[in-house]
């Protein structure tokens, strides 16, 4: 089937450390798209790419890197120059909008829920 | 500077009909979008406008004046399964899509 997966589902860091969410979409889509949920909020725009070997800082990239080495991949990387990563990462992708029935929405993954002792 | 307004909280009657603004102000728009996300879950797709007027599918509607920057989803008929939160987002440069802080809509007996 196809779809976004991310993993893992839940992580546990202790201060300091580096830490990697993987994002893998097999939707042929262009455009990939990290965001950060606080409880209570909505999202926030961390990076976003457009194409392969592209990638644009989104509202708060602080303390965030990514890379899009491949079409299917956006790995997002937290690290520990984030102050505050407890948080619901959501990685999302789309092919860009226009063209017949093409909206451009988002499809979401199940999202990574990152915790930090 | 981009800004995407809601409501924070709603409460509405099970078989009522309730209406969730949404007003923005952004560099560029190439659509809006309508999500609904339950707690803990991923958002879904509700509804995509990108001309004026009203979209309409099922008991879901949605609507959009860009010379406004407003929209607003309407939802009829509600059942207990629509307790969730409701998330306006806009397509406003290349490929940004910004989301507003979500409207959480309680549905009571």
């Known amino acids: 089937d196809g779809g976004i997966t991310q993993s893992p589902k839940y992580l546990f860091r202790k201060e300091g450390q580096n830490v990697t969410l993987s994002c893998e979409q097999n939707l042929n889509h262009d455009a990939m798209y990290w965001y950060r949920q606080d409880p209570g909020q909505g999202l926030r725009l961390i990076y976003y790419?457009?194409?392969?070997?592209?990638?644009q800082k989104g509202d708060i990239a602080e303390g965030y890197s990514v890379s899009r080495e491949k079409k299917e991949s956006f790995p997002l990387t937290v690290t520990s120059a984030q102050k505050n990563p407890t948080a619901f990462y959501l990685c999302?992708?789309?092919?860009?909008?226009?063209?017949?029935?093409?909206?451009?929405?988002?499809?979401f993954g199940e999202g990574s829920r990152l915790t930090v002792l | 500077g981009q800004n995407i307004d809601q409501p924070t909280e709603m409460t509405a009657t099970e078989g009522a009909i309730v209406q969730i603004n949404c007003t923005y102000q952004?560099?560029?728009?190439?659509?809006l979008f309508w999500y609904q996300q339950h707690a803990g879950e991923a958002p879904t797709f509700l509804s995509y406008n990108v001309l004026d007027g009203l979209e309409e599918k099922g008991r879901f509607s949605s609507f959009l004046s860009r010379s406004k920057g407003y929209s607003y989803l309407l939802l009829k008929e509600l059942q207990m399964k629509d307790s969730a939160s409701y998330l306006c987002?806009?397509?406003?440069?290349?490929?940004?899509?910004?989301f507003g802080s979500g409207t959480r809509l309680s549905i009571r007996p």
């Open positions: 790419s457009q194409i392969v070997n592209d990638f």
């Open positions: 999302a992708s789309n092919n860009r909008g226009g063209g017949l029935g093409n909206t451009g929405e988002l499809f």
């Open positions: 987002a806009v397509h406003s440069s290349a490929s940004k899509i910004i």
């Open positions: 952004t560099s560029g728009f190439n659509g």
